[in-house]
């Protein structure tokens, strides 16, 4: 398998369905087409890639997998960095449309969103860490409003 080139195809692909998430109309419609397109794809192409390299000589040391050492040798090779390159952006982009659809429910500006979901598809981790700052105050300021009505 040509991984430069699969890689190459995944990372400019998982950019249409975050600038759609991010700059597009926002709908049932448009949060299916994400999920079963662009997480779904991505979660295709994480199966093909595990599966050939189960398969292929030297295949992955599950075992290993608990060390520092077992994941630095399967990150050595461009099939385990395709591997975990995909991984990051499907669960990244699963991430950011629960941002997106969540931040829609409680009423949070598209330009606050923006920021954050940028944030989240460049890493993930802290992009997720402002929403939930972000959304703690929103809820608790809603379920005020919801007490006092």
Known sequence: ?????????????VFVPWIVLIAGPRGPKTHALIFYLGIGLLALAYSVVILVMMFSPGGIDWASLGTIEGVRCLFASDAGVTLGWIHYLAF??????????????????????????????????????IWMVVRERRARAMAGLKMRG
Do not use: C, Y
């Open 1 to 13: 398998m040509d991984w430069e080139t699969l890689f190459s195809i995944v990372v400019t692909g």
């Open 92 to 129: 990244d982009l699963f991430v950011g449309q629960w941002i997106a659809k969540d931040a829609d429910h409680k009423l949070v500006n598209r330009w606050v969103q923006a920021p954050i979901l940028f944030l989240t598809l460049m890493a993930g981790p802290l992009g997720l860490f």
